[in-house]
């Protein structure tokens, strides 16, 4: 069944929000002020207003998407949610706010209004994540030993403005995989760099307890677009690529050598590939929660915590120390 929801914010992510939106018969209005962005958006709508006051009978509003720039997150929810009297659920885009306090008045807010709040973790949604979860869940491959991410591509200097550090842009997708696999407290120790005043590529090195540990490669200056992850188990190593959403699983045999040359064995071995769009996937949770009282894979909860491994891995920088996180 189609919903009315209000698309806020017609830039960079808008733009994917808006057609999806219309995909799916739920695209009732956008409001975009910047008249350059609000021309592109009326090629999708008939409904472009510059402000959200001016959306008609805003008591028929279900749902808000915000996509605006973060630091504008925490205004745009007060504002939907007192223009908007009806909201069941407000999608919004991820970083869900610039730090863990703002983010804390943001599940107030909505927890007091009775609204359910989905955070854009998109890769969250990847089915492909979907699948190594469930994998490691399963224990078929024993215990999860180390868990290595490479998050790397390029960004424009000019959309630095919109987007926060690294750590908030892409940080918080394996932050959030991290903590649904993990027990807390994880030790994370971080070392960057910056470009134009904003935090740009990091290495992060963590552990949890004595058993797991990883690594992050997080880059927005580097030349290619990677987004891999290898995950090492008792009895298996799982590569996962989560651009060409596949996952190949090496069994790993007894490690056999002498003193020139080490062979590792591949046991049983096997090749998974998923389909799906993980921006449909997330507004397909969205429209299961305003038809029949779903609830947000990737809930307000989730987004506090992902800024908690921000907050550390910004005070391991500033100390040179490791931090712990909790939550
Ligand atoms: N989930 C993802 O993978 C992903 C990817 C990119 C960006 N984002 C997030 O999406 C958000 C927007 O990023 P972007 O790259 O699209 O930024 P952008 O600057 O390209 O677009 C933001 C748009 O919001 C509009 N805007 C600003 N204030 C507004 C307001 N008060 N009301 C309505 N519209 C307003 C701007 O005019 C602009 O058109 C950020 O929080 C960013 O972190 C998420």
Same mark, same amino acid.
């Given at each position: ?121 998109? !890769? ?12 490691? !869940? ?14 790397? /591509? ?6 630095? /403005?919109?987007? %926060? ?30 470009? !134009? ?16 540990? /990883?690594?992050? &490669?997080?880059?927005?200056?580097? %030349? /290619? ?67 029949? &009282? ?5 809930? !307000? ?10 907050? %550390? ?15």
């Amino acid at each position: 069944m189609p919903h009315k929801i209000v698309l806020i914010g017609y830039g960079n992510m808008g733009k994917f929000h808006g057609r999806i939106l219309n995909r799916l018969g739920n695209l009732t209005a956008i409001v975009e002020p910047f008249e350059g962005n609000a021309t592109k958006a009326k090629e999708i709508s008939e409904n472009v207003f510059a402000n959200l006051s001016e959306v008609p009978y805003p008591e028929q509003i279900e749902s808000v998407v915000i996509a605006v720039p973060t630091q504008y997150h925490y205004t745009v929810l007060e504002e939907s949610l007192s223009t908007f009297p009806n909201l069941k659920a407000v999608l919004l885009e991820k970083p869900m706010a610039l730090s863990v306090q703002e983010a804390q008045e943001v599940v107030s807010k909505v927890k007091e209004r009775g609204v359910k709040c989905l955070i854009g973790h998109i !890769e969250v949604y990847n089915p492909v994540v979907t699948r190594f979860l469930q994998l490691i !869940e399963d224990k078929t491959y024993g215990e999860i030993r180390s868990f290595h991410v490479q998050r790397k /591509g390029a960004v424009a200097t000019k959309r630095l /403005g919109s987007l %926060a550090g690294v750590l908030e842009d892409l940080g918080v997708h394996d932050f959030d995989i991290i903590s649904r696999l993990i027990s807390s407290p994880v030790k994370v120790y971080c070392a960057g760099i910056e470009r !134009e005043g904003s935090l740009n590529s990091v290495e992060i090195v963590f552990s949890s307890g004595k058993n797991i540990f /990883g690594t992050l &490669n997080l880059s927005r200056e580097f %030349a /290619g677009r990677e987004r891999k992850i290898v995950i090492e188990m008792e009895k298996a190593t799982l590569f996962v690529d989560l651009v060409s959403q596949t996952i190949e699983v090496r069994g790993l045999g007894q490690v056999e050598g002498n003193s020139t040359s080490v062979i590792v064995p591949h046991g049983p071995g096997s090749s998974i590939k998923v389909y799906g769009e993980p921006l449909l996937e997330e507004h397909f949770n969205l429209n299961s929660i305003l038809d029949e &009282n779903g609830i947000p894979l990737v809930s !307000e909860d989730n987004g506090v915590i992902t800024l908690k491994f921000v907050e %550390a891995c910004k005070k391991s920088i500033q100390t040179g120390l490791p931090v712990f996180v909790e939550w």
